[in-house]
């Protein structure tokens, strides 16, 4: 019954909670609303969803957030000193990525660290989610370091992470 | 507000002022589309983090107040600039946007626009 009502009680409570932080309020009117919301909206949605592996490990999962960010922090200056520097020194290409995880959310999080990190944006998923294309910005003259680099450094965290 | 915090969120602004406007050169200064995606989605998170940072520091010690809008704002950032570029990079593709001379490897875009595995049989 309550499953019912509540399909996904972790997003009804995450919305309420934006809810009160977009207002910045704890009054009662926005709490009444901010549960109306967190209840329709879940029930709305729960038809679209697609069963997906959750985060297992969260002490992992915060340690990858650190990283990340120290690493977009660094991406930053790389990239200000790129596209300030003569043009001549940029050497784009693509590469492509061979893929361990399997299932469409870790696939996401993954891509998403690729774009958000050093001089690469995620541009393709292959169909059968093997390979995932990457444009460069600054292409290293051996591509084979930069796909170990992913691996190594991105998609074995995100797969601990999801114990998958 | 005593000086050393005037201090601290003037060189915050600065910090962040500096990174929008290098990501903005970069957007124009880059030659194609894929090169053009790089500037905005790196050059701006640090840049609008350290505006939100200084924002959230004057409001604390003038307003006396503590201000989570910024915080929300940096989360849905996060979550919504690599799917953006992921999305503009996937729609080039599909267009068949052409890189810039000296790109490395832009057979790679014939095949990632049908989804095929690189060393997949190109069928012409």
């Keep these: ?164 | 507000m005593s000086f050393a915090t005037e201090v601290i969120i003037s060189v915050l602004l600065i910090i962040g002022g500096v990174f929008v406007l290098i990501g903005s050169i970069g957007l124009s200064r880059l030659q194609d589309l894929y090169t053009r995606l790089h500037a905005p989605t790196k050059a701006t998170t640090v840049g609008l983090g350290s505006i939100l940072v200084a924002s959230m520091i004057y409001m604390a010690y003038v307003r006396d107040f503590l201000s989570i809008n910024e915080l929300l704002i940096t989360l849905f950032l996060v979550i919504t600039a690599p799917v953006t570029a992921h999305i503009l990079a996937k729609a080039a593709m599909h267009n068949g946007v052409k890189p810039m001379e000296r790109t490395k490897n832009a057979d790679l875009i014939k095949k990632a626009r049908q989804q095929l595995p690189p060393d997949s049989q190109m069928e012409e």
């Design chain 1, 1 to 164: 019954m309550l499953t019912r009502i509540l399909p996904m009680p972790l997003h009804s409570f995450m919305l309420l909670i934006i809810w009160l932080m977009i207002n910045s309020t704890m009054s009662l009117g926005h709490i009444i609303l901010g549960t109306v919301l967190g209840i329709v909206i879940p029930l709305l949605c729960q038809p679209l969803r697609v069963p997906q592996p959750h985060v297992r490990r969260p002490i992992k999962a915060a340690k990858y957030v650190l990283l990340v960010l120290k690493d977009v922090f660094v991406a930053n200056i790389e990239v200000a000193l790129l596209v300030m520097g003569p043009m001549r020194n940029i050497k784009p290409g693509f590469i492509a990525v061979p893929l361990d995880l399997r299932d469409t959310f870790p696939i996401t999080v993954l891509a998403s660290t690729v774009t958000m990190t050093p001089g690469t944006v995620s541009s393709e998923v292959s169909s059968d989610k093997k390979w995932l294309y990457v444009h460069v910005l600054n292409m290293p003259d051996n591509e084979q370091e930069l796909i170990d680099l992913i691996k190594q450094r991105y998609e074995r965290r995100v797969k601990e992470m999801f114990e998958c």
